[in-house]
């Protein structure tokens, strides 16, 4: 900024600068220098200009502000019910620009040409859309159009929005193109419909995200905390997971089968209050897509790959530039807690004291998505998804492209995950630069580390279901203690077998099996008295035997998710899953009552230490046969993991404790070890705005390639997000 003026209003300008910005700007620094007069008559903001380093920040997609909201629905207005309404304070960003800078040309509103009455606003510095990239009007920019199954126009403007709401209304799916991609959208309260919502889309039990009219449609199926509602009016506005109330309303029960949480979010875009306004009731509002896949962004594409879903779609002609799902959060020990980290949050950095070399970080597998240093910023991708589809590997393509070309920055180094067979690692070794595998539950360590700017030493505890480990085997239960840029294995879980490999994602028995075997050897098949070994056949359980006894197809693991899963099955919560985590969820919400009490468990001398849940498992297996309600044994088992952190803790005596890795998603679990880490005196740190999953790898990827590059000027760095 150049600003000529007396010396008495210059200063006031300086002051009024960071009091008056507008709702979402962000001032990183503010230095200023006295100049000579230059003579300056009017106030202009000059064109960017596009020869210097590309080095802006870009906004995630904002939520439709007040302002806007009134105009949408004021019949006065020039705006009424104008579904692409925004301002300077509100709509999209991320999701419409091509490059930088941040400009119309630049966007996929470049097609649009501004009426008079919206120019005039775009260049008026007193008026809320000066220089708003998205600005437009009924007049000048995009339109709704209502089209049948094969595609076909049937409607447009108002009219099609009108049809649209009849085909929710009559029980129908509508496919809709909303700000970041397509959602498939059908009447909450509608049983029929939820259910064919899931057999057409494939998704048998995972929870279906809703959206709501207003907070106080919410409270009357959910309880909202002060700060869950805070989330929910957010310019971010996610989905919130929150707490169902036990008379939930008329809403269809197969919403979220045998879970006590919701996950619900409010309208955030002009078509999204109008719509609910009209249809007066909360609505499924999914991700437009097959399971597995990545959501649709263009209308043609949606057609083809949602025929026999939707009933309809209500489409528009802003091109969507990138895919950006809907943020999920949760609130834990009254902070909120990012599950997925996308619209509202991507691709805001997280910003570092000093400059990093440019690394291009590919994530893993699972929860996907990218980052990239850009001098002292990580840009953090928006959520992709498993690597599982060709279009999911072909949406982490795009992406992979798309930040360095967005920043125009050449990767010095490619960071990716240790595992060889990951899409993601393979990727990278077909990239030019030089690749830097790192270890997968470092990374998750060294992303909580940097969000709560924590400086080494300090003891990861780093559990989730799978990760590569530096000796070849599947790490999961893993204690790391960070030392500047390298880390040792201090201790982890004892190690059992997992019967079928990967089968024993999907089927929690197998884990259990394994755990069991791991105890009593040949005679935990014969234990007829317990779920997991009554799920098998007899020729079927002679075969697991032989697989668990001669190693064959059946692969050890140190994995804290799978000692989930097999404690699920173990219990006869889940001997079957339809998607990743479930049994682990399960066995969480399962956890009420308020107990203290935990199982028996033993810390084994050695380099690593070893976590024995021998004992565990056989307290759990006599509670068990002798009836106790799985209740009951869920909560001790929770409670069982945070002393065993609390423990390792003590013995490892370093005060900054780093919970991290998908298993901390638990609520219950994450709340259980901070009560007795801060009751022993310790430190701990856990995730905010990084995803605690597999979303936060990248993040903790550029960091462990950057101290390799130049370990003397990144391996202690602080960042905050």
Excluded at 451 to 468: K, M, R
Excluded at 499 to 510: F, K, N, T
Aim: include cysteine; aromatic fraction near 6%; hydrophobic fraction near 40%.
């Amino acid at each position: 900024l150049e600003v000529e003026g007396e010396g008495e209003s210059v200063r006031k300008f300086l002051l009024r600068l960071e009091r008056e910005k507008p709702p979402r700007a962000i001032i990183q620094s503010l230095e200023f220098a006295i100049l000579d007069p230059a003579g300056y008559r009017d106030f202009e903001i000059r064109y960017s200009d596009e020869s210097g380093e590309k080095s802006a920040l870009i906004l995630p997609d904002i939520a439709t502000c007040p302002d806007c909201l009134r105009e949408i629905f004021d019949p006065r207005d020039r705006r009424y019910r104008y579904p692409f309404t925004n301002c300077t304070n509100c709509g999209p960003r991320f999701s419409i620009i091509e490059a930088l800078p941040y400009d119309r040309p630049n966007t996929s509103m470049r097609k649009f040409m501004m009426c008079d009455q919206c120019d005039r606003e775009y260049h008026d510095p007193a008026n809320r859309r000066f220089h708003a990239q998205p600005n437009s009007c009924p007049h000048c920019g995009p339109q709704l159009e209502f089209w049948n199954p094969d595609g076909h126009v049937l409607a447009c403007g108002d009219h099609a929005l009108r049809q649209a709401e009849d085909v929710v209304r009559s029980g129908g799916i509508l496919g809709l193109k909303g700000l970041g991609g397509f959602q498939l959208i059908a009447d909450a309260g509608n049983e029929a419909a939820v259910l064919q919502l899931r057999s057409r889309k494939r998704r048998e039990e995972k929870p279906l995200a809703l959206m709501a009219p207003s907070v106080k449609v919410i409270r009357e199926v959910c309880a909202v905390s002060e700060l869950e509602e805070r989330l929910l009016l957010s310019p971010e506005s996610p989905i919130v997971l929150l707490e169902r109330r036990t008379h939930a309303g008329r809403l269809a029960a197969s919403l979220a089968p045998a879970n006590p949480c919701l996950g619900i979010m409010l309208p955030y875009t002009p078509l999204h209050h109008l719509l609910l306004r009209d249809l007066c009731c909360a609505i499924v509002a999914t991700s437009g897509n097959l399971t597995d896949e990545p959501i649709c962004i263009d209308e043609r594409d949606a057609v083809e790959r949602l025929t026999g879903i939707a009933d309809g779609f209500l489409v528009h002609d802003r091109p969507i530039v990138r895919q950006v799902d809907d943020s999920v959060v949760r609130v834990i020990r009254g902070r909120e807690l990012v599950l997925r980290r996308a619209r509202g949050y991507a691709p805001l950095p997280v910003h570092f004291k000093e400059s990093l070399p440019c690394v291009l970080a590919l994530g893993a597998h699972l929860k996907n998505n990218v980052a990239l240093s850009v001098g002292s910023d990580v840009f953090v991708s928006q959520h992709i998804g498993d690597l599982a589809t060709s279009q999911a590997l072909q949406a982490f393509h795009r992406v992979s492209k798309d930040f360095p070309r967005l920043w125009e920055a050449k990767p010095e180094i490619i960071a990716c995950d240790l595992h060889p067979d990951y899409l993601s690692t393979k990727h990278a070794r077909q990239l030019s630069a030089p690749v830097h595998a790192v270890q997968h539950h470092w990374a998750h360590v060294l992303a909580c580390m940097a969000e709560n700017e924590v400086e080494p030493p300090a003891l990861g505890v780093s559990w989730d279901g799978t990760g590569y480990g530096t000796d070849g085997t599947i790490w999961g239960g893993e204690f790391l203690l960070a030392a500047g840029e390298s880390f040792e294995r201090v201790a982890r879980f004892r190690q059992f077998r997992l019967p079928g490999g990967d089968m024993a994602i999907r089927q929690p028995s197998r884990a259990a099996l394994g755990v069991l075997f791991e105890i009593w050897g040949d005679d935990a098949l014969r234990r007829a008295d317990l779920p997991p070994v009554r799920d098998f056949p007899q020729d079927q359980l002679r075969i697991m035997g032989k697989m668990l006894a001669k190693g064959i197809n059946a692969p050890v693991t140190s994995s804290a998710g799978r000692l989930f899963d097999a404690v699920a099955s173990l219990t006869g919560l889940r001997q079957r899953v339809s998607f990743e985590g479930q049994a682990a969820m399960e066995l969480e919400f399962m956890a009420q009552p308020a107990t203290n009490d935990f199982y028996s468990f033993e810390v084994r001398d050695g380099r690593p230490l070893i976590v024995d849940w021998g004992p565990t498992v056989e307290g759990m297996a006599g509670d068990v046969t002798s009836g106790r309600h799985a209740r009951e044994i869920s909560a001790k088992f929770h409670n069982t993991l945070a002393e065993i952190v609390r423990a390792v803790a003590l013995r490892i005596g370093e005060a900054k404790i780093i919970l991290t890795g998908g298993c901390f998603q638990n609520r219950r679990l994450t709340e259980a070890c901070l009560k007795r880490l801060l009751d022993a005196g310790f430190q701990p740190y856990w995730h905010q705005r990084v995803p605690p999953n597999d979303g936060g790898i990248s993040l903790g990827q550029v960091i462990a390639a950057a101290a390799a590059l130049r370990p003397k000027a990144a391996g202690n760095q602080l960042a905050r997000a």
